[in-house]
């Protein structure tokens, strides 16, 4: 029999892809999971019973959240990345270090075929095919729900009819979670005016009375919350189950698909987006201006390339090594306020805070310079304008 890989998560495009290879095309199904974060064991253990009792031979979770942290995550977080001011690259960022580690999976069961459930009006056909194109260009690449143009409805009724049973109400959305975020995709997602229901959502609102938290970053890396030390990917699994409960982090994200299609997508990702907000407000506070202007050039593309795939293209290590070396003062603790369906940023300290300087306090109070000084400085600093304004007066 031929040796396939399904990148498998155990929703209806992959559950769907398991059944259909090992039944219509007598494949010897072996289903991966990659944990880039958000599973239990219990999950875990469901999705491989799930596995093999639609068809698969076998079935692997993978354990990479730490390696997704530090390849991938961290990164992020440096850079502040947010797609269109608004998205975490929840997914996209996943799918790297998942295409990755299927890679090696394959290689080491010796499957000659890779079978992931993209369609063919997404972005993650591109990132699971660029990557294993790369990286094992002789393992063949099969994608039955982009080659057969299948909807969601028409998958749904293939698994019934072979007397498969899910949660059929849930399979009319498509979830990813992990790590950094969970996104949320179904029928309002395709309109352009239609909110996801709450229900539709991963976390409830459990909790209504404010509370506040402590994250403690060094060099950039979220190293404690409250006091307690851990590794920073534990760190953001525990502010995420902190946050979580108030039901922070929802939003919709609109965008640029890699393939020119304009995309909507739902999402939860409170850990995400309340780390990079407190983790900018540190930077804002310790980097120069400069710093400042020219790392958030560099995250943008760093983000760019990542959510279109480019994650092993060289340059992708040169934006790391820049986004790595602005850290170097970020350090520090940051205040902040847990409320129903949001967050407050409260303040910070830090002995690299630049507030802190002898030199003066902004509206109040200079320190290293007269009042002459300061109306020469501005003299100056006015030429170019009253240059440029004479002239165009002139003519």
């Known amino acids: 029999m031929k040796k396939v890989v399904i990148a498998y998560s155990g929703g209806l ?129 099969i994608t039955p729900i982009r080659d057969k143009k299948l909807t969601r409805q028409e998958e749904i009724d293939y698994l019934q009819s072979q007397g498969v049973d899910m949660n059929w109400e849930k399979a009319k959305y498509s979830i990813n979670k992990g790590l950094w975020g969970t996104s949320v995709g179904g029928a309002e997602t395709l309109t352009s005016e239609k909110p996801l229901p709450g229900a539709a959502f991963p976390s409830q609102l459990q909790e209504k009375e404010a509370s506040r938290v402590t994250l403690t970053f060094e060099k950039g890396e979220l190293t404690a919350v409250n006091g307690e030390e851990n590794f920073p990917e534990k760190n953001i699994e525990k502010l995420e189950e902190l946050a979580s409960a108030y039901a922070i982090g929802r939003d919709i994200h609109v965008g640029d698909t890699i393939i020119g ?67 170097q003062q970020v350090t520090g603790e940051v205040y902040i306020s847990l409320h129903p369906y949001r967050f407050v940023l409260e303040g910070i300290s830090s002995p690299f805070d630049l507030m802190n300087s002898g030199f003066g306090k902004y509206g109040e109070e200079n320190n290293a310079w007269t009042a002459q000084d300061a109306k020469g400085f501005i003299k100056i600093l006015s030429n170019s304008g009253k240059i440029y304004n004479q002239v165009k007066q002139k003519s």
Request: hydrophobic fraction near 40%; aromatic fraction near 10%.
């Open 261 to 327: 299609i304009k995309g909507r997508v739902g999402f939860e990702a409170a850990a995400a987006l309340i780390t990079i907000k407190a983790h900018h407000l540190l930077e804002k506070h310790t980097l120069s201006k400069w710093q400042l202007q020219h790392k958030e050039n560099v995250a943008s593309w760093y983000g760019m390339h990542l959510h279109e795939g480019q994650y092993l293209d060289p340059v992708m290590r040169d934006f790391e090594a820049f986004l790595q070396n602005s850290q």
């Open 13 to 141: 495009d992959t559950s769907y892809c398991a059944k259909y290879l090992s039944k219509e095309e007598n494949f010897e199904v072996h289903a991966v999971s990659v944990n880039t974060g958000g599973f239990s064991q219990e999950e875990i253990e469901r999705i491989g019973n799930t596995a093999k009792a639609i068809g698969a031979t076998t079935y692997t979770n993978l354990d990479a959240v730490s390696s997704f942290y530090q390849k991938v995550v961290k990164y992020l977080i440096f850079g502040n990345v947010l797609k269109n001011n608004t998205y975490p690259l929840s997914v996209s960022a996943e799918r790297i270090i998942q295409a990755i580690e299927i890679v090696n999976h394959a290689r080491k069961i010796g499957a000659g075929y890779i079978a992931h459930g993209s369609t063919g009006a997404g972005n993650d056909q591109v990132r699971f095919d660029m990557i294993f194109q790369i990286l094992a260009p002789e393992i063949e690449i």
